[in-house]
C-alpha cells in the first residue's frame, strides 16, 4: 500500500483544485515559509477523521477552509481525498485504489466517502484499523509526538502496538458485538 495521490479543494491555503501526486519510495516536500507544506500533512489528518482543531493548527474547525485572501475572496466549503495504491489488499477490501473523501461546508457538518459513496466516519476508521495509517496512528509524526509517545500511559501508548499487530479491529468488533 503507498499513498498516490492527494486531491485538495479550498483546504486551508489551496483555495484552487490541487493535485498532489506522489510516487513509491520517499518523498520530500520543500518550499519557503508559509508555503502551505505543514498544510498538507494537515489535511491528511483531516481527511482520516481529525476531529480537533487544534491538532489541525486552528481555533474551530471551520478555520480549515480557505479564508481568503486580499484578492480572493473567501470560500464556503472544503474537500479532501486521499488516494491509495492497495493492489497488494494491505487494506483489507478488494479494490486496487481506494480514495477517502471528507467535505465540510462553513455550517460545520462534514461528510465523508470511500471511493465516491457516502459513508461514516465510522468506516473510514474501521477501514484503516491496523493499517499503521489512521487517524490515531503513527503514520503521521507530528512535532512532539515522540516525546508524547514515551511519557504516555502504559496502556495508552500499547494502541500503537495492538495496531501494528493487526488486532485493532477484532477488539472494535468485539466491544461492538458486546454492546448490542
Ligand atoms: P513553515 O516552513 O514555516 O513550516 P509551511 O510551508 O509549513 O511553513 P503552512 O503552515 O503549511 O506553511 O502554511 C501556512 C499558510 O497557510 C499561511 O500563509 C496561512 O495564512 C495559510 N492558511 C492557513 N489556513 C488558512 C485558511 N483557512 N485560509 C487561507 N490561508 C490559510
Ligand atoms: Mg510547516
Not at 11 to 22: G, Q
Not at 25 to 44: L, Q
Not at 46 to 74: H, N, P
Not at 140 to 151: A, H, N, P, R, T
Request: charged share 30%; aromatic share 8%; hydrophobic share 40%.
Amino acid at each position: 500500500m503507498f499513498l498516490k495521490r492527494i486531491d485538495v479543494t479550498g483546504f486551508k491555503s489551496f483555495a484552487d483544485h490541487t493535485e498532489i501526486a506522489f510516487s513509491p519510495g520517499i518523498t520530500a516536500v520543500v518550499g519557503p515559509n508559509g508555503s502551505g507544506k505543514s498544510n498538507i500533512a494537515d489535511a491528511i489528518r483531516w481527511v482520516l477523521g481529525e476531529q480537533s482543531a487544534r491538532t489541525l493548527r486552528g481555533a474551530k474547525m471551520e478555520d480549515v477552509i480557505f479564508a481568503g485572501t486580499e484578492t480572493r475572496r473567501a470560500i464556503n466549503f472544503c474537500e479532501v481525498s486521499l488516494t491509495l495504491d492497495n493492489s497488494d489488499q494491505h487494506l483489507g477490501v478488494v479494490f486496487d485504489e481506494v480514495t477517502v473523501t471528507r467535505r465540510m461546508y462553513r455550517s460545520g457538518e462534514s461528510e465523508y466517502m470511500i471511493n465516491k459513496q457516502a459513508c461514516r466516519l465510522k468506516d473510514i476508521a474501521e477501514l484503516f484499523m491496523d493499517s499503521g495509517m489512521g487517524r490515531e496512528s503513527y503514520s503521521i509524526i507530528g512535532q512532539g509526538k515522540i516525546d508524547e509517545m514515551l511519557s504516555t500511559r502504559a496502556e495508552d501508548r500499547r494502541g500503537a502496538f495492538e495496531d501494528a499487530a493487526g488486532i485493532v479491529k477484532f477488539k472494535f468488533r468485539k466491544k461492538e458485538a458486546e454492546r448490542r
